[in-house]
């Protein structure tokens, strides 16, 4: 009877059929937010002043039930020593683990580290990335652009490197391009196209410069663009006949398709 | 007699063929539009003090008209109590009730309440939409686009969190990231390439990491992109004739479907 | 011989084929050029101060010879008066009209439409247009996507009256957002992800919406985008077999073919 | 035997198969970013002062590394002559040229040409671009869609160049539009969607008008990324075996094509 009590736990955590698996994955989601929103708000001065002990509070009831979870996630799985090591296992320890050495590392003395420990604990978000079902079109077209888009960066780093140098000598020191590396930032900042303004070009030389790298920026921001929408372009028109209906046989659905066109049940399984 | 009047009016309200119809849509997106440039004039300070009577005149005059156009619309409609629940009605009464409710508050006591209502009457401006027409390819490639927008969108929430954690220290709060949250807007304002340049990093470090993000930035910028351009290219190339879902614009049924692949929804209306 | 002469005139003028004809459309490019440079140098002061006399001899030597183009063009053209109502020989007339308006205004007394009338001769920059000979393909794209970019241009600006309208109940008065037409201002800065920062969020719940904004920008940039995309895709795909070469009379070219794949030859007469 | 020597070191310098070949080449291309990275730092003032002997002996170590490269190039090289006036040739010579003109420039006296010289090595960054290997398809859709784009710009000059003007008209010199050129470099700043901020609209109808042209740019900035995924989505699927041009990659010729219908160059290579 343990067992079955283990394989009902094992049912509940790790599949999101049946409605109280559902039920456990959206509770999970609520507190992931909820001890994500507790980190964002203790950052803020004012916040973290304020209700100090009620933060604080939360934190540990969130790490307390993280770590139950991690330890029924463990005792429960087929084969534990796989899941640990999976890519959601160590996420699942990485949400729990700063709370910990928080404990261990006496604030007072070791700030940065301190503050760094702290604020790690944000990336207890990744734990909702295993939520996300249907990132699987959008990631193998990212894929499978993958290589020409090393290219097309490691392109526009070879560009930025030489706009940047020539920007430096047009503008110099004195307009605020005081290096290189902060000229190739500027570059890198123009080109695309976020333009925060805190170095601008001041000559009527480094302004024709930068218009002209501009424009240059409106073909290259293209090339990304181009490559991943013919990416999914290919992903999206891949031939029919691959989806069959588990409940009425009928074949022939569009790829991406959710429901049965013939007898309208949910294809989500496949 | 008062049949037959009652007949004509609701053909040159709710229709928009015969030249009397069209002439009642035109006069009627020519007050929407003057009505909402009247409350826009009337929140800039100067016009306001200025043009005080004249303003009150022509606010009053066209929440009498639109009251008007309501009390015809419910009824000459076929079945006023379907008009009034509909999206189309409640924006109707949405248009008049803030001058209204105008009367009700004593502007000195409830200045915020106050001013949220006189504001609130720009929301007229959604009685033009039934006038976009053809707006249904546009919307159809968008909703068919939306489950994987929405991924989308919640795979940048995820990743500007992390984004902007880092920055948070990296730069700190000598930099004007004062706080996770703040970093984290930092981080959407230069992954979406707006760049106001209201905080942005100062460090040799931070604009390292700045240049990362917004490298990266041009690959993730592409992904929306591609998505709206595959759905309207499907939508645009689809032979006439096909099967499209009324519920969510989805085409691409194979012969003889009968529920929707996208939502599930019954297909026999057509 | 006269009738000779001017029939000459015309095909220099008019045509671009022959070395003698390109060649005419060649310094015509370089004078056009240079005249706008003169009127962009004029504009700096210093520069004005400073070379006065030279701008003066330089804007009267290029408007005179405007002039005797524009009386050529008339004589020479097969029928005067259609060119002078055609756009380009408006275009023409416009070129040459400011600088003669300028000697008819006393300069010292009508200040504002001295400048303008200066400014206007900048418009002789429309002259080019002509010359922009293999446009067709981007007009007919961007042709037959103009109803379907009105449509989302009256769409984003509802959406920007009315996020607008919200930041400015959010930020009010205080924070740079002054009036509503101010904040509709800042929702289409945002928006289109240009970002001046000349006004900015301040409190944590404008920043909040302008993430939400932000973002949703994404999905609202990605439009045109796939609108344009998909015409031009049609417009390339376009069925091959229509270009004819005229001197082997191979079939079957791809549309946008400039030479001849079977001979070589030119195919830009078609 | 000497023979035999040269024919290795050819083999390992010009190809990248072979084990030892790839070892050559990675060592080369970790020479090219170190000597690239001594570059950026020596700009930085602070480095400067504190490491400048380092930056010196790096520096020269490099010059004499990439000389010994560029002589043994020339030496194994099938056809030196050839090798010295190609492309790559040139650029392993400009790499190591500035290092060389350095000694012979005294620095006090010419600052602004020893500067020049300082910074010209930042150009030996170009040397990596011979080891972007698979750039040809993105490069073929570049080339395809030069002729489209640099149409594209031209227009978008044309188009600055006037919206410049009448900014200038609009906002005037106190506003800091204070010639027409520097209205035309705003133009291209809020067309492109940099938006530095360091010019903005400052009266109510600049920031109209800004805000048309914003708009307007939804529609142009979509132009370019059209053009080239369009192109790039031709490149991709075009089936295996069909004739490409060598000069200028483009694709589609009909079968027993002679001649590109694109560039015209001759296809008989193939």
Redesign the interface.
């Known amino acids: 009877m343990a067992e079955n009590f283990r394989h009902r736990c094992r049912r509940i955590i790790f599949d999101s059929n049946k409605s109280d698996e559902k039920l456990f994955d959206i509770l999970l989601i609520i507190a992931i937010s909820l001890s994500?929103i507790v980190?964002?708000?203790e950052?803020?001065?004012s916040v973290r002043s304020q209700y100090a002990g009620l933060l604080l509070g939360l934190e540990w009831g969130f790490t307390i039930l993280f770590t139950i979870e991690y330890i029924i996630r463990i005792w429960a799985a087929e084969k534990p020593w796989k899941y640990i090591r999976s890519f959601y296992g160590i996420i699942d320890l990485l949400a729990i683990l700063p709370s910990y050495l928080d404990l261990l590392i006496p604030g007072a003395r070791y700030l940065m580290l301190f503050?760094?420990v702290r604020?790690l604990r944000?990336?207890r978000?990744?734990k909702?990335?295993k939520y996300?079902g249907?990132?699987n079109?959008?990631l193998s077209?990212?894929a499978a652009?993958a290589?020409?888009?090393g290219?097309?960066?490691?392109?526009?780093?070879?560009l930025v490197?030489?706009l940047g140098?020539?920007m430096?000598?047009i503008e110099g020191?004195d307009n605020g391009f005081?290096?290189?590396?902060?000229s190739?930032?500027w570059a890198?900042?123009?080109l695309?196209?976020?333009?925060?303004?805190?170095i601008?070009p001041q000559t009527?030389m480094g302004?024709?410069f930068?218009?002209i790298i501009?424009?240059t920026?409106?073909?290259i921001?293209?090339?990304?663009?181009?490559?991943?929408?013919?990416?999914?372009?290919?992903v999206?028109s891949a031939p029919?006949g691959k989806i069959v209906c588990d409940n009425c046989g009928a074949k022939?659905?569009?790829r991406g398709?959710?429901?049965?066109?013939?007898?309208?049940a949910?294809l989500e399984n496949d």
Do not use: W
Not at 192 to 198: I, K, L, P
Not at 257 to 264: K, P, W
């Open positions: 994500v980190v964002l708000a950052s803020i001065e503050r760094i604020v944000i990336f978000v990744l909702l990335v996300i249907d990132a079109i959008l077209a990212i652009s290589r020409k888009i290219i097309f960066i490691f392109a526009v780093l070879t490197t030489i140098s020539v430096y000598l020191p005081t290096s290189i590396p902060k190739v930032y890198i900042v123009t695309t196209t976020v333009g925060y303004g805190d601008s009527p302004q024709l930068a218009s501009m424009i920026g409106y073909g921001i293209a090339v990304p663009t181009g490559i991943v929408t013919v990416e999914l372009s290919k999206s029919p022939n659905h569009p398709a959710i429901f049965c066109y013939n007898c309208g949910s």
